[in-house]
Each structure stands twice: as structure tokens, then as C-alpha cells.
């Protein structure tokens, strides 16, 4: 059927609409929206077809305010995600560290920056991309399984400038994080944050976090900043980074409670951060290990990270050395990243195995040494 306007072709959806009304839901969707295109009807009609999580948030990253958004996000509600993880394929034993997890699934966020939800499981490595148009950036998950168990919406703490004069409202950040799990506790996890829309700013002092301060970091390494380059690693231990009272940490601590997870006792921070010339974009990644599942007991403490403390134990100064060439080695990744230039595919939910293309970027899985103890 051809129309010769757009203006035909709502009136005809609008009378579709009317007739079809009160045969549930779609009908109501229409009538709400009668200029609902061919080519959305098409799509949400494909997404009922297949009936899983991954075609209904197809459809919402194509039509984030279509007229069938709500019934997307509905349908993935948590009363359907039992369905779905009854459904859903069972990853072999060598990639699922954790099967005993809780399924759950819940929109990560409203900002149309994410186009996957909370609980959502992914086998690295390979990249998913984050944000709207003129600030999308890759977020590289190394190997093995990450499942998202927070996403949250912030400002930071800089005013857009242009020309370097200020603007009332503050530049739009999200922070999302991962986990991986040993069994029922946290290994470690990935906290991703950048400026998810376009934006100026005369300064980041977001990236003050990599800076050399206290507590004394264990390794340090940051380029001279330039108008057009910007970026800083840093591996430093943290007493307790399930205290942090950000609403990303307190959306991680609920996720954790919800699938049956836990973490606790002191972590490695090795932080990442990432800066166009300190004035157009931003991204930061702060990557957490718990070192009491490969050392035992004595790691878990958060003197037995200070520098004196590691250079006086081998086990402790071998975590360090092979994090820190981990963290060298996973670097010109997230450089990629940050540039959105990472040449492999798109990482897919629930997949039972990472793409064959792309880099192979290894996890950090430190070894438990001979006799230490296991908690």
C-alpha cells in the first residue's frame, strides 16, 4: 500500500488504530501513537515474533520512544524474566563461574545511553559501546563472564564551558559496572564511567583520581597532559570499596543481595582514566580485585597493601607485578575504546561464547601460591 504523505499515512494508522482498539495492548499502543512508521509496525512485530529480551531491547534501541516502548519494557519486566531464563541457553561449565546466581533482569537506564539491562551477562572479550551521538565510547570487557549489576546516571563536577564561559547545568555522566564471580562471591569488578552526550568543559577534575595522593599508590603512570591528550594509570589498595556511597555502588550493592552475591574485605583499585585534551570527553575505569581468593586470609586486610607491606611479602609483590602487566597490556585497549575505534564485534547477552574477531584479551586470574590459604 503506497501513500502519497506522511499526513495519509498517519490518518490510515489512526484509523487502524481506532478499529483495532480494543484488541489489546498494540491497538492501544497505536492509538496513542498513530504515526507509528511502517517500518517500526515491522519491527515490533519481529520482536513479538521471537518473544526473548535481546528482540524487545532491539526494538527500544531502534525506537526508545516508540509507540510499543512500554510494552517492550513490560514484557522484560522481572515477572517475565523467569520465562526468559528458563528459556534462556546455559553457558558451558568453562565459561559460567557462577551458576548458582540468581536470574534477574531490569532496565539499566532512562538516558537512552544503554541499550542493555541490568543482569544481563556477558562473555568477553569484546566491547559494548555506551552513550548517545558525538560522545559513544566502547566499554572492553576482558575474558570470561561479566554480568552488569549496576548502571546510574550523575552529574559531574564541572560546568560545560564554551569559549570558556560557564553554563548553568552540569555535564552528563554514567557509570556502569560489572562483575565477575568465584562461585557466590565477587572477583573482581569493572566500573566504567564517561560523559554520555556531547560536551565542553575547561577541566576534568574527575580524573583527580588517578593522581598520585594518599593513600600511596603501588604502581603510577600518567602522560604529560596536552590539549589533545590526557591519560593516567594508577593500581592502589582500597579498604573497603563496597562502602562507597555513589548511587552506581549502592545499585551494585542491591544486584549483589538480589542474585545471592557477596563482597567484602579489601580490594586493589587499578584505575584507568582517559581525557580528550582535559576539554571534550572523558572516560574512567576503575577496575576492583579482592586478593583474599588467591591469598587467603592475611590479603584481606588493608595494611597488607601498603607498598612496605608488599615489597616485604613475594606473594603479594608477584599479585602486584602481574596486575600491573595486566593493566599495561589491557591499556591501548581502552585507549580504543575511548576512541570508539575497537575492531570487533559487539558483545551479545546471554551468548554462550565471545565473538571469534577482535583481540584476545586475557582476564586477570592470579594463581593461588602453594600452601596459601583458601577463603
Known amino acids: 500500500m503506497k501513500f502519497k504523505s506522511q499526513e495519509t499515512l498517519s490518518r490510515w494508522l489512526l484509523r487502524l488504530a481506532l ?3 480494543t484488541l ?7 492509538a496513542q501513537n498513530p504515526a507509528a512508521s511502517a517500518v517500526e509496525m515491522e519491527f515490533w512485530r519481529s520482536a513479538e515474533r521471537l518473544g526473548t529480551p535481546e528482540a524487545y531491547r532491539a526494538y527500544l534501541g531502534a525506537f526508545p520512544n516508540g509507540a510499543f516502548a512500554p510494552l517492550a519494557r513490560a514484557a522484560m519486566a522481572p515477572q517475565g524474566a523467569a520465562a526468559a531464563a528458563r528459556t534462556a541457553p546455559a553457558a558451558p561449565a568453562e565459561i559460567q563461574a557462577s551458576p548458582n546466581l540468581r536470574y534477574f533482569s531490569e532496565s539499566a537506564s532512562s538516558t537512552g545511553s544503554i541499550a542493555f539491562n541490568l543482569g544481563d551477562r556477558f562473555v568477553g572479550p569484546g566491547p559494548l559501546t555506551v552513550g548517545t551521538v558525538g560522545a559513544k565510547k566502547q566499554v572492553i570487557l576482558p575474558a570470561g563472564e561479566w554480568v552488569l549489576i549496576a548502571a546510574a546516571d550523575s552529574k559531574s563536577n564541572q560546568a560545560p564551558a564554551i569559549v570558556n564561559i560557564p553554563l548553568p547545568n552540569r555535564v552528563d555522566l554514567t557509570t556502569l559496572v560489572f562483575a565477575r564471580f568465584s562461585g557466590e562471591r565477587v572477583q573482581s569488578m569493572l566500573r566504567f564511567t564517561s560523559n554520555f552526550r556531547p560536551a565542553t568543559v575547561p577541566s576534568w577534575s574527575d580524573l583527580d583520581g588517578c593522581d598520585v595522593a594518599d593513600p600511596p599508590h603501588l604502581h603510577h603512570a600518567r602522560t604529560k597532559p596536552t590539549p589533545f591528550r590526557d591519560e593516567c594509570l ?26 545471592g552475591a557477596s563482597a567484602s574485605g579489601a580490594a586493589i583499585a587499578t584505575i584507568l582514566s582517559y581525557g580528550e585534551g582535559k576539554r571534550y570527553g572523558y572516560a574512567g575505569i576503575t577496575r576492583l580485585d579482592w586478593p583474599a581468593l588467591a591469598l587467603g586470609d592475611d590479603a584481606d586486610a588493608a595494611q597488607a597493601w601498603r607498598p612496605d607491606s608488599v615489597a616485604a611479602s613475594a606473594a603479594r609483590g608477584a599479585y602486584i607485578k ?35 574477531k577482535g583481540p584476545k584479551i586475557e582476564d586477570f586470574t592470579p594463581r593461588s601460591p602453594v600452601g596459601a590459604a583458601s577463603k
Open 322 to 356: 602481574t596486575l600491573t602487566a595486566w593493566a599495561e597490556a589491557y591499556r591501548p585497549h581502552a585507549r580504543e575504546g575511548y576512541w570508539q575505534s575497537f575492531d570487533a564485534p559487539e558483545l551479545i547477552a546471554g551468548a554462550t561464547a565471545a565473538p571469534a
Open 24 to 30: 489489546g495492548p498494540v491497538g492501544q499502543a497505536l
Open 19 to 21: 478499529c483495532c482498539a
Open 234 to 259: 594508577a593500581i592502589r589498595g582500597i579498604a573497603d570499596p563496597m562502602a562507597d556511597a555513589s548511587a552506581a555502588m549502592d545499585e551494585a550493592r542491591r544486584s549483589l543481595k538480589r542474585i
